[in-house]
């Protein structure tokens, strides 16, 4: 299993605050990403990183900001939180472009209540 | 709009038989497409992959076919054991890093 650990793992928060979820791996890859799950939607991309302080938006990445001060962290933050934001997110590391396959970490569960 | 599709939210096999999943994709850019299998509560897991060069790979139960005319690939399984049920993904590569996943095919194969 690719070293990669999410926290929290579960965390439910009030609309209008601001949640910040942690991803960090043990794998010195250059690329992460911060993907969410919905029912219907599959797993869409919100922000990922090509080195430290390299990020670039995704999908959807309206209501998200990123930060990657070191290799091994990549925070995803949700400034103010929305019922909306509600999902299941999860980090995903990638080696480089001669590797293509991307590992995900096991999810972070947020409720917005 | 879903550059990647797949198109039947579930399907239920018999144990032993064949499991064929199938994934459409509308941008003709991308370059490897990838399968990752989920179980619940637990994160994606890549399963197998091929180049947009090739048309097919097989690693054990799991082949991929791709079919680029059609824009089409299709994961089989053979035979199909309990523990493969999960939900699928199909996912696909472009611009170098940028990894597209299709909404997912929940497969239950029943004993």
């Known amino acids: 299993d690719a070293g990669i650990t999410q926290s929290p793992r579960h965390k439910v928060t009030e609309t209008g605050t601001p949640v910040t979820l942690r991803c960090h791996q043990t794998?010195?890859?250059?690329?992460m990403y911060w993907y969410r799950q919905d029912p219907g939607h599959g797993l869409r991309l919100i922000h990922y990183?090509?080195?430290?302080?390299?990020?670039d938006k995704g999908e959807v990445s309206d209501g998200y900001s990123v930060s990657r001060s070191k290799t091994e962290d990549f925070l995803l933050t949700l400034e103010s939180a929305t019922s909306s934001q509600t999902s299941v997110y999860f980090c995903?590391?990638?080696?480089?472009?001669?590797?293509?396959?991307?590992?995900f970490g096991e999810g972070s569960w947020l409720t917005v209540v | 709009d879903q550059q990647v599709k797949q198109n039947s939210p579930s399907l239920s096999v018999q144990e032993g038989r064949i499991s064929i999943l199938n994934c459409d994709y509308t941008?003709?850019?991308?370059?490897?497409f990838l399968w990752y299998k989920k179980y619940p509560a637990e994160g994606p897991t890549f399963l197998i992959s091929?180049?947009?060069?090739?048309d097919k790979n097989e690693d054990g139960r799991f082949t991929v076919f791709l079919n680029k005319s059609a824009k089409h690939l299709s994961l089989h399984i053979v035979p199909s054991q309990p523990g493969d049920s999960a939900v699928y993904f199909c996912?696909?590569?472009?611009?170098?890093?940028?990894?597209?996943f299709g909404p997912g095919t929940r497969l239950s194969v029943l004993p």
């Open positions: 995903a590391i990638s080696e480089s472009t001669a590797r293509n396959t991307i590992y």
């Open positions: 794998e010195n890859h250059r690329y």
């Open positions: 990183s090509y080195g430290v302080k390299d990020t």
């Open positions: 941008n003709s850019m991308f370059d490897y």
């Open positions: 996912a696909a590569r472009v611009n170098g890093q940028n990894f597209v």
């Open positions: 091929i180049s947009s060069i090739k």
